[in-house]
């Protein structure tokens, strides 16, 4: 379980997957499975795209600068997550790609890194290379669809072009709240929202208080960094209105 | 929230708090008040040893090879959490620490490394280390008790001597079991145990499922690595029969 020693390599490509389709390498996908896998022609592997679900390919050119797949049979149909989106102010760098690589496994559809009034490392965030975290996460935990990793954006202004019909669980110490109060709520589209490691400001905590389709939920009594925060606020939607139950 | 950015240092010490009671600083710990984080004599601080709660305790010698703390104010009593421990098999450095910094966060009782048949890094494990990284997540998370990390022992040994009174919760893929049916079992002590990335043997899934006192319990439909699984399982346990709720 919790595997990733997968018999088969899995390899994330953008180009279209189906029957019989010819796939190219490039040069670093090409270095990374003849060079480092030391794969041979022949071989078959694992290809996702995102778009087009999961498709058994066979090595047939194995080039130092670039080679060739051709696709097989498709092993999974794509599978889309639960439309929850993941909200939350970047932390610490390692911290940050560790809810990015969470968010993926735990099944959230977006991730979305927010800009507080207490945010403090917003000016160095890396969204590439978060974006190559859920890509990574997603050839390892087994999925088919990689979740949209959204520009950094100001808290406040996300919240101003709010959809009302998209709920937010957020996750504040200063607010109570129950995690079965999430069952007693519809289903529908969804955003967790997890607060900075320096907490939200004042004015921000009146924004979100104000808003109807906004549900406060604790997580315990213990103080949770924003990582460990992401991850239970997730298993706690997906287990009470995702797709665990 | 999710703070740590607490205005007073928190300090974990072996000695006894008490009102009055004098607390002297071992090289390391003066080290790193007086020397990185800059405090003078009459600095305020907090102390926990895991035992007798949390205390307020002004610096009255600032020293380079050591120093002297007095004892003010009980701030919080021993928060103890609930009888539930964590057993996971050890798996990449990185990894294992970050198991260790969340269960201590989400309030497991005790930690206990498992050497099972597919365990990997077994040999590599640094006992030690964990229980440095279980006082600084107590530090950090304002908790008041530090899990007890055990020395590793094998799974099957473990499970050989256990004491059928305490339930365990056990998440492995090939079973399936909702985390709902945790709220239709009583409380008492419970154990969590996560399986290792290659998975369980057959003996050790067969051992398992005998087990009266074994509940499966699924954590969704894509795979998660084991770090993912550890803070999914406790977030689940917490809120259905812990102190979440």
Known sequence: MFAFMASKVRLFVEHPLGGGQSVPLTRDQAHYLFG???MAEGTVLSLINGRDGEWDATVVDAGKKGGLLVCDAQTKPLQMPPDVWLMFAPIRKERTAFIVEKATELGAARIMPVQTAYTN???RI???KLRAHALEATEQC???YVPEVTDLEKLSK????WDPTRKIMFCDETLLGEASALTQTDGGPWAILIGPEGGFSDKERGQ???LPYAHPVSLGPRILRADTAA???LTLWQNA???WS
Chains 1, 2 share one sequence.
């Open 36 to 38: 480092v896998m030391r």
């Open 121 to 123: 490392n917003a000016d």
């Open 126 to 128: 890396r969204i590439d």
């Open 142 to 144: 087994g999925g088919t």
């Open 158 to 161: 996300v919240l101003t072009s």
């Open 208 to 210: 979100l208080r104000a």
């Open 231 to 233: 991850v239970a606020a």
């Open 241 to 243: 209105l995702g797709d």
